[in-house]
C-alpha cells in the first residue's frame, strides 16, 4: 500500500521535475540572450535548416492543399448556386486555420523531430559536456540559436504555405473549374480582413512556433543518452507537439472567434 | 566561407519569399487598402435599422461602389444608427438632397448602402449629412406586416358580412 502511495508521489514529483526542466531551458533562452554578432551566423545557419530545407514539402502540401480545398469546396458551393463564393471559403478556410495548423504539424515532423535527435545525439555523445568543460555554455551556444530559427521560421512558413495555397486555389478555379477571375479575387478581397484573418493567422503560428521548437529542445536535452532514448524522443517530439498544435489551437480560436 | 555564403542567400531568399507573399496576402486576398487609402471625405447618415449592414460594407450610386462604411455607432438622443460613409474624392457631385437606403446585395448578400441622387444644385463637403434615409428591409417584419394584413382583412371581410 505505501509502496504504491510512494510511486504515485514519484511519478507527480517527476512531472513536476520535467516541467520545472523545460521551464528552466526556455527562461535560460530567453533570458540569456546570446550577443548579436555572435550568436547571429548560428541564427542564420538554423534558420537554414529550419526554415529553407522545410520549403519544399510547406510548398507542395501548400499547393495540393489549396487545390483539395478548392476542389471539394466548389463542388459544394454548385449545389447551392454560390460557387462564386469559392474565393472567400478558400482565403479564409486557409488563412485561418488551414495555414497554420498544417504548417506546424510539417513543421514538427520536418523540423522538431530532427531537432530533438540532434541535441539528443549531441547529448548522448557528450558533445554538451564536452562544451561546458570549454566553458561553452551549451544553451546559449546550441539551444537559443535553434529555438529563435524555430520561432522566426513558422510564422514566414505560414506566409508561403497560405500564399501557395491560395494561388493553387486560384489556379485550380480559374484554368480548371473555368471561373472568372475577377469575381475570384474581388469576392474574396470583400470578405477576408487583414487584420482579423490574415494577421491572426499569422499570431497563431507564431504560438505554434513557439510550441513546436520548445517541446522538441526540452525532448532532445532531456533524453536518455542511448540509442533507444533518442528514438523514445523523437517519437514524443512529434507526438507531444501534434497534440499542443491541435489544443492550442482550439484555445487560440475560441479567443479570436469573437471578432468574426 | 562558401558554405556559409550559400545558407546566407538561402536565408535572404528566404526571407524575401516570406515578403513577397505578405504582400500578396494582404493587397490579393485581403484587399487592404488602409495604408494606402484614397482620398476621400465623409459624410453621416442616421437610420432607424441599419440591419445587417457592416463596417467596410460598400457604398453604391446605381450599383458602382464609391466608398465605404467607415464607423457605425449609436445616437444617444434619437437611438438612431449614425453611419460614417467615405466617398472616395473622385465622386465630389452628389446633390445634398440625396436620399441613403440599405439594401441588400442579392438574396442572402451583404448589405450595402445606396445613395439614390436627386436633383439639387449645391453638393454634399466633408462632414455632411444625408436628411432622407431608408432603412434596411428587415425579413421577419415584412412577414410579420405580411401576416397581419392578411389577418386583418379577414377579420374585416368577416365583419362585412
Same mark, same amino acid.
Given at each position: 500500500?505505501?509502496?504504491?502511495?510512494?510511486?504515485?508521489?514519484?511519478?507527480?514529483?517527476?512531472?513536476?521535475?520535467?516541467?520545472?526542466?523545460? %521551464?528552466?531551458?526556455?527562461?535560460? !533562452?530567453?533570458?540569456?540572450?546570446?550577443?548579436?554578432?555572435?550568436?547571429?551566423?548560428?541564427?542564420?545557419?538554423?534558420?537554414?535548416?529550419?526554415?529553407?530545407?522545410?520549403?519544399?514539402?510547406?510548398?507542395?502540401?501548400?499547393?495540393?492543399?489549396?487545390?483539395?480545398?478548392?476542389?471539394?469546396?466548389?463542388?459544394?458551393?454548385? @449545389?447551392?448556386?454560390?460557387?462564386?463564393?469559392?474565393?472567400?471559403?478558400?482565403?479564409?478556410?486557409?488563412?485561418?486555420?488551414?495555414?497554420?495548423?498544417?504548417?506546424?504539424?510539417?513543421?514538427?515532423?520536418?523540423? %522538431?523531430?530532427?531537432?530533438?535527435?540532434?541535441?539528443?545525439?549531441?547529448?548522448? *555523445?557528450?558533445?554538451?559536456?564536452?562544451?561546458?568543460?570549454?566553458?561553452?555554455?551549451?544553451?546559449?551556444? !546550441?539551444?537559443?540559436?535553434?529555438?529563435?530559427?524555430?520561432?522566426?521560421?513558422?510564422?514566414?512558413?505560414?506566409?508561403?504555405?497560405?500564399?501557395?495555397?491560395?494561388?493553387?486555389?486560384?489556379?485550380?478555379?480559374?484554368?480548371?473549374?473555368?471561373?472568372?477571375?475577377?469575381?475570384?479575387?474581388?469576392?474574396?478581397?470583400?470578405?477576408?480582413?487583414?487584420?482579423?484573418?490574415?494577421?491572426?493567422?499569422?499570431? @497563431?503560428?507564431?504560438?505554434?512556433?513557439?510550441?513546436? *521548437?520548445?517541446?522538441?529542445?526540452?525532448?532532445?536535452?532531456?533524453?536518455?543518452?542511448?540509442?533507444?532514448?533518442?528514438?523514445?524522443?523523437?517519437?514524443? *517530439?512529434? !507526438?507531444?507537439?501534434?497534440?499542443? !498544435?491541435?489544443?492550442?489551437?482550439?484555445?487560440?480560436?475560441?479567443?479570436?472567434?469573437?471578432?468574426? | 566561407?562558401?558554405?556559409?555564403?550559400?545558407?546566407?542567400?538561402?536565408?535572404?531568399?528566404?526571407?524575401?519569399?516570406?515578403?513577397?507573399?505578405?504582400?500578396?496576402?494582404?493587397? +490579393?486576398?485581403?484587399?487592404?487598402?488602409?495604408?494606402? +487609402?484614397?482620398?476621400?471625405?465623409?459624410?453621416?447618415?442616421?437610420?432607424?435599422?441599419?440591419? +445587417?449592414?457592416?463596417?467596410?460594407?460598400?457604398?453604391?450610386?446605381?450599383?458602382?461602389?464609391?466608398? +465605404?462604411?467607415?464607423?457605425?455607432?449609436?445616437? &444617444?438622443?434619437?437611438?438612431?444608427?449614425?453611419?460614417?460613409?467615405?466617398?472616395?474624392?473622385?465622386?465630389?457631385?452628389? &446633390?445634398?438632397?440625396?436620399?441613403?437606403?440599405?439594401?441588400?446585395?442579392?438574396?442572402?448578400?451583404?448589405?450595402?448602402?445606396?445613395?439614390?441622387?436627386?436633383?439639387?444644385?449645391?453638393?454634399?463637403?466633408?462632414?455632411?449629412?444625408?436628411?432622407?434615409?431608408?432603412?434596411?428591409?428587415?425579413?421577419?417584419?415584412?412577414?410579420?406586416?405580411?401576416?397581419?394584413?392578411?389577418?386583418?382583412?379577414?377579420?374585416?371581410?368577416?365583419?362585412?358580412?
Amino acid at each position: 500500500m505505501i509502496n504504491q502511495i510512494a510511486a504515485l508521489g514519484r511519478f507527480g514529483i517527476n512531472i513536476v521535475r520535467h516541467y520545472g526542466r523545460a %521551464g528552466m531551458m526556455l527562461f535560460q !533562452v530567453i533570458y540569456y540572450r546570446p550577443s548579436f554578432r555572435k550568436g547571429f551566423p548560428l541564427l542564420l545557419q538554423q534558420i537554414y535548416a529550419e526554415g529553407v530545407l522545410s520549403l519544399i514539402i510547406i510548398i507542395v502540401s501548400g499547393a495540393f492543399i489549396g487545390m483539395v480545398v478548392a476542389l471539394q469546396g466548389y463542388h459544394t458551393l454548385s @449545389k447551392f448556386g454560390a460557387s462564386q463564393q469559392l474565393g472567400p471559403l478558400v482565403a479564409l478556410s486557409v488563412a485561418r486555420e488551414l495555414g497554420p495548423v498544417v504548417t506546424a504539424l510539417l513543421f514538427a515532423g520536418r523540423a %522538431g523531430s530532427a531537432l530533438a535527435a540532434e541535441i539528443g545525439l549531441m547529448k548522448a *555523445t557528450d558533445q554538451l559536456s564536452s562544451m561546458e568543460m570549454m566553458a561553452v555554455d551549451p544553451v546559449r551556444r !546550441v539551444i537559443a540559436p535553434r529555438f529563435w530559427a524555430g520561432c522566426i521560421s513558422m510564422p514566414i512558413l505560414t506566409i508561403i504555405f497560405d500564399t501557395v495555397a491560395i494561388y493553387g486555389a486560384f489556379w485550380l478555379g480559374v484554368h480548371w473549374l473555368g471561373m472568372d477571375s475577377g469575381s475570384f479575387w474581388s469576392n474574396m478581397q470583400s470578405a477576408v480582413d487583414f487584420r482579423l484573418d490574415i494577421v491572426n493567422g499569422i499570431i @497563431k503560428s507564431m504560438v505554434f512556433g513557439v510550441a513546436i *521548437t520548445w517541446i522538441a529542445l526540452h525532448q532532445g536535452y532531456d533524453a536518455i543518452p542511448t540509442s533507444a532514448g533518442i528514438a523514445n524522443a523523437t517519437t514524443r *517530439t512529434v !507526438v507531444y507537439s501534434s497534440l499542443a !498544435v491541435l489544443g492550442l489551437d482550439f484555445i487560440l480560436t475560441a479567443m479570436m472567434i469573437g471578432a468574426w | 566561407m562558401l558554405q556559409t555564403k550559400k545558407t546566407e542567400i538561402g536565408v535572404g531568399l528566404f526571407l524575401l519569399a516570406a515578403l513577397a507573399g505578405l504582400i500578396f496576402l494582404s493587397m +490579393q486576398v485581403s484587399g487592404l487598402t488602409s495604408i494606402f +487609402q484614397r482620398p476621400g471625405y465623409t459624410i453621416t447618415a442616421d437610420f432607424d435599422d441599419i440591419g +445587417q449592414l457592416k463596417i467596410r460594407g460598400s457604398v453604391k450610386i446605381g450599383g458602382v461602389t464609391i466608398g +465605404q462604411v467607415s464607423s457605425i455607432a449609436i445616437d &444617444p438622443v434619437t437611438y438612431k444608427a449614425v453611419v460614417t460613409l467615405r466617398i472616395d474624392n473622385n465622386v465630389e457631385d452628389i &446633390p445634398d438632397d440625396s436620399s441613403a437606403s440599405i439594401l441588400t446585395a442579392g438574396l442572402l448578400g451583404d448589405n450595402y448602402v445606396a445613395i439614390t441622387p436627386l436633383y439639387s444644385k449645391t453638393f454634399f463637403h466633408n462632414g455632411g449629412h444625408i436628411q432622407d434615409t431608408h432603412s434596411a428591409m428587415i425579413l421577419e417584419k415584412l412577414i410579420g406586416q405580411f401576416l397581419f394584413s392578411i389577418n386583418h382583412g379577414k377579420t374585416d371581410k368577416g365583419n362585412a358580412k
